[in-house]
């Protein structure tokens, strides 16, 4: 689906597992190309350490970057794709004992890097690094989102027979 920036903030706003976990995306960029997002430290979702719960910082991380580049790409007029989180890997630092925040911007040379790939060989994967922040300043969190991105309506037969004359011209 196609959305507006302020659109999109706000579905992600009310979107129940961001909702109830009090995770809230303060800004969606412009064109897409990045977002601010804080995660507020309450009883809903502190720890028996009275600290913010992994998976809470996770859940905030999950869908953000795939939901981006889809909508990037959705701009660039690929109607049809699929965009998901492939793999993380998230290191906890220091325990979230404030509210926490993070921040996406997408780097236009990356942008372009993955559409001319999705254009070339009809998908992509791209590995992006988020941090998360307390309130101090301090970094308790480090997040490697693996994102895979598939453009529905490439021909892969085509790509196939491609790859069959190099092998013969070879």
């Not at 049809?80 to 220091?94: E, F, M, N």
């Not at 998908?123 to 895979?148: L, R």
């Not at 037969?157 to 011209?169: A, D, G, H």
């Amino acid at each position: 689906m196609k959305l507006s920036p302020t659109s999109l903030k706000w579905v992600l706003r009310t979107y129940p597992p961001f909702l109830f976990q009090r995770i809230w995306v303060k800004k969606i960029y412009d064109d897409f190309k990045g977002a601010e997002v804080k995660i507020y430290k309450s009883f809903l979702n502190i720890n028996s350490n009275k600290t913010v719960f992994g998976g809470t910082i996770f859940s905030a991380l999950d869908p953000m970057h795939p939901i981006l580049l889809d909508q990037v790409f959705k701009k660039r007029g690929l109607k049809k794709t699929v965009a998901w989180l492939k793999s993380a890997k998230i290191d906890y630092l220091k325990p979230g004992s404030t509210d926490l925040t993070y921040r996406i911007t997408l780097d236009i040379t990356e942008i372009e890097e993955a559409y001319k790939t999705i254009k070339a060989k009809g998908k992509v994967i791209k590995t992006f690094t988020t941090e998360v922040i307390d309130k101090n300043g301090v970094k308790c969190a480090v997040c490697q989102n693996e994102i895979y991105i598939r453009d529905l309506t490439f021909d892969f037969s085509l790509l196939k027979r491609i790859e069959k004359e190099k092998v013969k011209t070879a």
